[in-house]
Nanobody, 122 residues
């Protein structure tokens, strides 16, 4: 599975962005997640979705503001981010693992796309 993230950019606090993660190759039995990494910080889990089941998972700090979804016809996973805050500034990555079992640690994922920069100004 090859992944390509896009949709990042510069937005003011309170604004919204939608990130996309396009995948190629076999997509069944794949769990896809978004992570982010701010300068000087560890990569952290944002949200995840089971490709064939649709179950979703969120980091506590993102619940209610971020929504992960998928379009199977387009082989794409989305991350809708609303009410953005300056502390959401980071490089956002999408990742996949060859199992529908949900995980939140970066080391549990074996496929990574290039990140997309999200910058939220105050």
């Amino acid at each position: 599975v090859q992944l390509q993230a896009s949709g990042g950019g510069l937005v003011q606090a309170g604004g919204s962005l939608r990130l996309s993660c396009a995948s190629s190759g076999r997509t069944f039995s794949v769990y896809v997640a978004w992570f982010r990494q701010a300068p000087g910080k560890e990569r952290e889990f944002v949200a995840g979705i089971a490709w064939n089941g649709g179950s979703t998972y969120y980091a506590d700090s993102m619940k209610g503001r971020f929504t992960i979804s998928r379009d199977n016809a387009k082989n794409t996973v989305y991350l809708q981010m609303n009410s953005l805050k300056p502390e959401d500034t980071a490089v956002y990555f999408c990742a996949a693992r060859n199992s529908i079992v949900p995980r939140t640690k970066p080391e549990d994922f074996d496929n990574w796309g290039r990140g997309t920069q999200v910058t939220v100004s105050s």
